[in-house]
């Protein structure tokens, strides 16, 4: 069936280093792809999408590129803060739903 | 303010008791949604409305119930058939499916004593 992989499952980096979160997917119809944050005991928020069309997008310090070809999307933040630390969730959209990857625990040590 | 509220926030429950969680959204948007999530693990899908007085199942629908009365409500009854309820359970919406952008509400965290 459809699927989200996501990598790596936890992540720690210095304040103001860059970090990258990279996910793939197997269902060649999707064509919509969110990443959410979420931060302890809350819902996810949406950060950043982007859509088949396109292969990259910004937003100040957050970016994600799309590679339709190898399947496989990823978020980017620079300039990384200590209130960037939260787990972070991929998802794509295929065939009628999302699906989501299995999440990415960032740490951001000040 | 617009968005979607959820609760309560925390919610104990007995074995064999069904429970009943809320959502409720004033963003006018048509479709809503239920997930579970586990610690570790990605949300799952649980059941979907487009549209009042229609819903569908999601992949982990069984031991779960929900009704679409009104645009703005959708919720979510865990019923004692579901064999581990104990969950974070999160409800969004977004404008129509063919949109997909989804937000979410706060969520809720059921314990099963």
């Known amino acids: 069936g459809e699927n989200v992989e996501q990598h790596p499952s936890t992540l720690s980096v210095q304040e103001g280093d860059s970090a990258v979160i990279k996910c793939t997917y197997s269902d060649s119809a999707s064509n919509y792809f969110p990443w959410y944050k979420q931060e302890l005991g809350k819902g996810p928020q949406l950060i950043i999408d982007i859509r088949s069309n396109v292969g990259e997008k910004k937003d100040q310090r957050i970016a994600v590129t799309l590679n339709k070809t190898a399947k496989h999307f990823s978020l980017h933040i620079t300039e990384t803060q200590p209130e960037d630390s939260a787990v972070y969730f991929c998802?794509?959209?295929?065939?009628?739903?999302?699906?989501f990857g299995q999440g990415t625990e960032l740490s951001v040590k000040p | 303010d617009g968005g979607i509220t959820q609760s309560p926030k925390y919610l104990f429950r007995k074995e064999g008791q069904n429970v009943t969680l809320s959502c409720e959204q004033n963003l006018n948007h048509d479709a809503m949604y239920w997930y579970r999530q586990d610690p570790g693990q990605g949300l799952r899908l649980i059941y979907y409305?487009?549209?009042?007085?229609?819903?569908q199942k999601g992949d982990i629908a069984e031991g779960y119930s929900v009704s679409r009365e009104k645009k703005e409500s959708f919720p979510l009854t865990v019923t004692s058939a579901q064999k581990n309820p104990t969950a974070f359970y999160l409800c969004?919406?977004?404008?129509?499916?063919?949109?997909?952008?989804?937000?979410f509400g706060p969520g809720t965290r059921l314990t099963v004593l």
């Open positions: 998802a794509a959209r295929g065939r009628g739903k999302l699906i």
């Open positions: 409305s487009q549209i009042v007085n229609d819903f």
């Open positions: 969004a919406s977004s404008p129509s499916v063919p949109t997909d952008t989804q937000y």
